[in-house]
Nanobody, 122 residues
Framework: QVQLVESGGGLVQPGGSLRLSCAVS????????MGWYRQAPGKQRELVAV???????NYTESVKGRFTISRDNAKNTVYLQMNSLRPEDTAIYYC????????????????WGQGTQVTVSS
């Protein structure tokens, strides 16, 4: 059974940092492109960052220079290091498998974790 478990969220002041983790089990993690999405209340889900199986990365414009996506294939885990956090980064963050281009989820209906809440507030 494939599982994705996100962790590492919390309450942080503007300018602070958090490191999110997504532990994947039940599949051959290293062959998949992985992505972090976020969804704020009343807003559509947004793709934040992608890391391909070969290590190439892409970011949405609003997080470039502040967020870093990485992966540890030995631990079947993908990370999202978030620095210089802003109130507009507040959302639930999810990880999932991405398609070959790294542009959309591999499966829209499955293979999502429970998410981890990130709240940026003073």
């Amino acid at each position: 059974q494939v599982q994705l478990v996100e962790s590492g969220g919390g309450l942080v002041q503007p300018g602070g940092s958090l490191r999110l983790s997504c532990a994947v089990s039940g599949t051959i993690f290293r062959i998949y492109n992985m992505g972090w999405y976020r969804q704020a209340p009343g807003k559509q889900r947004e793709l934040v960052a992608v890391i391909k199986s070969g290590g190439n990365t892409n970011y949405t414009e609003s997080v470039k220079g502040r967020f870093t996506i990485s992966r540890d294939n030995a631990k079947n885990t993908v990370y999202l290091q978030m620095n210089s956090l802003r109130p507009e980064d507040t959302a639930i963050y999810y990880c999932t498998f991405m398609n070959a281009l790294g542009t959309t989820p591999l499966n829209e209906d499955n293979y999502w974790g429970q998410g981890t809440q990130v709240t940026v507030s003073s």
